[in-house]
């Protein structure tokens, strides 16, 4: 089954009215502290559309780092250069790519919802 596109619709000015469907290709999952937790992202099977959209919703008050490719790492007291990010919401990938995720947070939501992506 192809996954569904990502495709911003617009309004009657042709504006994007960022009106996405429904995609068929969700993931959730509760972090725990310290926990890494990883999702490798699937096969769009649409040659016109290669690339995945990644869109993440975390639990409000969460603080979540992401990385992509590599292990997910919490920040240290100083400052450190990192791979990782702190609760980014889209991220275009490939299919095959690994997403990391980790908190601090007892325990907290994760859902990721994929589209296919140029």
Do not use: C
Request: aromatic share 8%.
């Amino acid at each position: 089954m192809k996954m569904t596109r990502f495709n911003i619709g617009k309004d009657i000015n042709g504006v994007a009215a960022y009106n996405l469907a429904d995609s068929n290709t969700k993931f959730q999952t509760i972090l725990t502290a310290s926990v890494e937790q990883t999702l490798t992202v699937p096969q769009t099977n649409d040659p016109i559309y290669p690339r995945v959209a990644v869109i993440l919703s975390v639990e409000p008050g969460t603080s979540m780092w992401y990385s992509l490719n590599s292990t997910a790492e919490l920040p240290t007291s100083s400052f450190t250069q990192t791979t990782s990010e702190h609760n980014p919401q889209v991220r275009i990938v490939q299919p095959g790519d690994v997403l990391h995720f980790i908190t601090r947070s007892l325990a907290s939501e994760l859902g990721v919802v994929m589209y296919a992506s140029q």
